[in-house]
């Protein structure tokens, strides 16, 4: 029997509201066991400067020119992903062996092989005398990879030991949605995965802008706004010419594994709607990018969603109108949506530091299956 290990997953999204936890008992292969799920809002401060980074940094230059603010950002969210493992250290008593730390992504892009994710990993383990696995994405791009989806395995671990039928489609709807794809085999060939475009990032946006919400709880504003048909078709639009565009560049591999930051979109085109009407438009343009990713996939007959942006019935209803099969959210198999990711980076903490691979030609375009995280032991 393979060794067993008590593994805690940190993962904050695209969204930067907080920190998604969770401890699983795995041996990085098929045992799997869920012990707990619990989440950690940011303090004002720590989302505020995060958003302001964020919107600050456009390109790799802006990484090197904004670096005395990220590297005292970096070790706010280290500190505070500390408090989160001491925390749950002191209050379960469970004895966790390995911390999946994800860190704070701020900046991606594959092509130009670069994927900034903020958070110290051996600071965090120096603060929390435990074994840290983290900077997940740099061997995947090394090796001619997007970075990105990672959590493609875990979601064929979990498929099998709910013992749900497949051919079956996971899409994540969080800052930026994506997909796996998993065939009616048990082979990593069968097994797909890539973005689908943007997820809750615009809405988000949008209401950060015009609003004192971080989101659009439910759906209800952009419910009660009216879609501008007009504008929407402006942002259609510009999305065909900018997919058009990257696919004939000969120095982009825009492949089926093509990976998305959340600057690859904006809401420009919808400037000037109230919003209501802004909300309602950008949610259409979300759903009509994310079906037609969807549709695009030979293989699929149902869909099941997880990630926060599940519990936006009014996109939920607007892609699940576009797409050929049914859709419905992971819970219903008895899974957790909100805590998925974080247990994925607790299994690909394992993963990594048993040296298994956690990406695949087929999952994130690289060349060959590849390790992960690089791990810090105190």
Known sequence: MNKSFCS????????MDGVDASIIQSDGET?????????????????????KIRDKIKNKNDLKEFSKEIKVLEKDITLFHAEIVNEIIRDTKVNIELVGFH?????HNANQKISKQLGDGKFLSKLTKKTVIYDFRQNDLKNGGGGAPLATIFHKLLINKKKIKTPIMILNLGGIANWTLLGETDDAKDLHSADAGPGNCL???????????????????????NINKTIL??????????VEKEASNPLINFNRNRSYDVKDFDISFVQGLSIEDGAATLTEYTS????????????????????????????????????KYSIQPIDNFGIDGDFIESQAFAYLAIRSYLKLPISFPTTTGVKKASTGGRVCKY
């Open 203 to 225: 809405i988000d946006q949008w209401m950060r802008k015009n609003s004192k919400q971080k989101y659009d709880k439910g759906g209800s504003i952009a419910k009660s706004g």
């Open 233 to 242: 078709n402006i942002g259609i639009d510009n999305y065909i010419k900018f």
């Open 288 to 323: 009509f990018i994310i079906s037609e990713a969807i549709n695009a996939m030979p293989g699929v007959r149902r869909v099941v969603v997880c990630g926060g942006g599940r519990k936006n019935k009014f996109l939920l209803k607007r892609i699940s109108k576009k797409l």
């Open 31 to 51: 045992e799997y066991r869920g012990i707990l799920d619990k989440y950690f809002e940011y303090p004002k401060n720590i989302y505020n400067n995060l958003t």
């Open 8 to 15: 805690l997953g940190l993962m904050s999204g695209t969204s």
């Open 103 to 107: 860190g704070q992504t701020i900046f």
